[in-house]
């Protein structure tokens, strides 16, 4: 028997078959890559409302152990801060928002009575596409949260 001595030649991609692939692979990461941007968006709302009611409880929880504190906003440092102590105030938490929210309403200090009471309120942030709004009940520290997609 007489062998050839061709040279195998190894399967393999034409260059065709290769843009088809990068191709495909593009599209599917134009439709994955949106939606992960989408989530951490949402991941990173969700971590601030919980922050600002932990905010909250943590007011009620100070005050009931008979220290004065409050919440306010601070403007410069976009944030909101539990401050404890009249004559000399300081912060025990800061809540940062992100530079894509926006404080949409004047905020006024709200003060904690002895049994961790104060007065209903309010507030709304936005970033352009959704509009957050914060409502707790200043006796039960009960929160309603909206959350408004444009």
């Not at 050839?4 to 399967?11: E, F, I, K, L, N």
């Amino acid at each position: 028997m007489l062998r050839s001595h061709q040279p195998r030649v190894a399967p393999a991609y034409t260059l065709l078959e290769a843009l088809v692939i990068v191709v495909l692979m593009g599209l599917i990461a134009a439709v994955i890559v949106p939606r992960f941007a989408g989530i951490s968006d949402q991941a990173d709302r969700d971590r601030l409302i919980a922050e600002l009611v932990k905010l909250d409880t943590q007011a009620r929880q100070l005050a009931q152990q008979r220290k004065w504190c409050m919440v306010r906003w601070d403007e410069n440092g976009r944030s909101f801060e539990l401050v404890q102590g009249r004559l000399q105030p300081q912060t025990i938490r800061s809540v940062r928002l992100n530079q894509r929210l926006e404080f949409e309403e004047r905020f006024e200090p709200v003060v904690f009575d002895a049994f961790g009471r104060s007065q209903d309120y309010a507030f709304r942030l936005s970033d352009g596409r959704v509009s957050i709004e914060l409502r707790f009940n200043g006796v039960s520290g009960w929160c309603e949260v909206d959350i408004n997609e444009d």
